[in-house]
């Protein structure tokens, strides 16, 4: 039972480039997240999808797109990577409203 | 809208000792309310949620956490800290109107003392 399954874990990026992380998940979610998470700043939702088909921007959306592949997958891209988007990057999902989120491992990512 | 305020950023504690993590929320209806802990290198994990069942709600790992309203207030508890129990401890409150989305405190970061 995989849960959430982030792709890559780790991944170093030059500023200008292009780059997308990958998020599936196994457990019939409805609903899924995009986080960012810095030190003293807590997680920020980047995009979110409440359903196959919808997405919306969170809290932290500028330089970021997401396409909701299917019900399992959730993708972010970083068009061109500045050195501010160096962060941990997670996705969650849920099944639906007032349900606890389930978090994958993350994906830390330096631009230099 | 909602909020929430996690009161101390580092709290230290020696083994043995009762932990206590503060968290209070703002919010113009019934919230439901997580805590999540955080390992180091890992994701988050779902230690307790209250949904308005009952006021004292048990999680796993020994943790347990009080909702109360008058308050505003959803703080996290353990008799005893084990050194295992070192990690960063968030509390969320659900999105307004049956939003999927929670927002997130900043964090409490908890290290026990041996």
């Known amino acids: 039972n995989a849960g959430v399954t982030q792709t890559p874990k780790f991944q170093v990026l030059k500023t200008g480039q292009s780059m997308t992380l990958q998020c599936a998940q196994d457990m019939n979610h409805n609903s899924m997240y995009w986080y960012r998470q810095d030190p003293g700043m807590g997680l920020r939702l980047i995009y979110y999808?409440?359903?196959?088909?919808?997405?919306d921007k969170g809290e932290v959306p500028n330089g970021y797109n997401v396409s909701r592949l299917n019900k399992r997958e959730f993708s972010l891209r970083l068009e061109s990577a500045a050195p501010s988007q160096t962060s941990v990057y997670f996705c969650a999902s849920t099944l639906g409203p007032y349900q606890p989120q389930h978090f994958g491992d993350g994906t830390r990512l330096s631009i230099l | 809208a909602q909020s929430v305020t996690q009161l101390g950023s580092h709290v230290s504690v020696s083994e043995g000792a009762l932990v206590l993590l503060r968290c209070n929320y703002s919010?113009?209806?019934?919230?439901?309310l997580f805590w999540y802990v955080q390992y180091p290198n890992q994701g988050l994990q779902l230690l307790l949620k209250?949904?308005?069942?009952?006021?004292l709600v048990k999680g796993i790992n020994g943790f347990e956490a009080e909702f109360k309203k008058s308050e505003t207030s959803f703080h996290l508890t353990k008799p005893s800290a084990h050194m295992s129990d070192a990690a960063e401890y968030f509390c969320a409150v659900s999105g307004q109107g049956g939003s999927e989305k929670l927002v997130f405190g900043k964090g409490t970061k908890l290290t026990v003392n041996p």
């Open positions: 999808s409440a359903s196959e088909g919808t997405t």
């Open positions: 919010s113009s209806v019934p919230p439901y």
């Open positions: 209250y949904t308005s069942a009952a006021t």
